[in-house]
């Protein structure tokens, strides 16, 4: 399966023959990144916000998940899980749900806008994860050294980071590097976009950094 990164939250999953996914789509003049040209047989929300929810910017008429549950479309096994929000400890939160996306022994896990680690009880209950999609900028996400244990907690093969300061966004987001160097790492691999199988997960974590079109 491929993994696109369109800016923010945005991803792009596909693989032949299976239902392609885009995540969070987003309006550009929210968010500062380019306008969206995707089609999908699937969008998932992760928050009700036009950063996130804009359904606008995705060709087509792609079934559209925003929220809690579990589902099966064109192939792929879809499961959200409440985050923030969700609790009467913290009403005033922005409700958040992740999702883990099963491609054929792949399984990618899009994290949203968690802001808080996850208890070691609810990373069990999300299965195995092989690809992390993670935010790694502070804001309303995570921040650098909670990401850095979100993603020791989860012990995903790959890592790709989101939402993190780049030349497009309009949010105040701290630097990509501030992530790298809590994960230890002075390198990673730049890629357009990302190809997986389960023949190429190693087991060494790697942070694979995608580019957005710009």
Not at 57 to 62: C, D, F, N, R, W
Not at 125 to 154: F, K, Q, T, W, Y
Request: hydrophobic share 40%.
């Amino acid at each position: 399966m491929e993994i696109s990164w369109y800016g923010h939250t945005c991803f792009q999953l596909s693989q032949r023959g299976l239902a392609t996914i885009v995540t969070d789509p987003y309006d550009p003049a929210v968010v500062g990144y380019p306008p969206l040209n995707l089609k999908a047989d699937v969008v998932t929300v992760s928050r009700a916000h036009p950063a996130h929810n804009t359904l606008t910017s995705v060709q087509g008429a792609p079934y559209v998940i925003q929220g809690p549950g579990e589902y099966e479309i064109g192939g792929v096994f879809i499961t959200g899980v409440a985050t923030n929000g969700h609790t009467k400890s913290h009403p005033e939160e922005p409700r958040n749900t992740l999702y883990v996306f099963s491609y054929e022994g792949v399984n990618v896990v899009h994290l949203g806008l968690i802001n808080r680690v996850p208890s070691q009880s609810e990373v069990e209950a999300l299965g195995p994860v092989h690809v992390a999609l993670a935010p790694v900028g502070g804001g309303d996400g995570l921040n650098a050294a909670r990401a850095a244990e979100v993603i020791s907690l989860l012990d995903a093969r790959i890592v790709i980071p989101m939402y993190f300061a780049t030349p497009n966004t309009m949010l105040q987001l701290d630097p990509l590097s501030k992530f790298l160097k809590e994960m230890g790492l002075v390198e990673v691999e730049n890629l357009t976009s990302l190809k997986v199988t389960p023949n190429s997960l190693s087991e060494q974590t790697r942070v694979i950094v995608l580019e957005h079109p710009l």
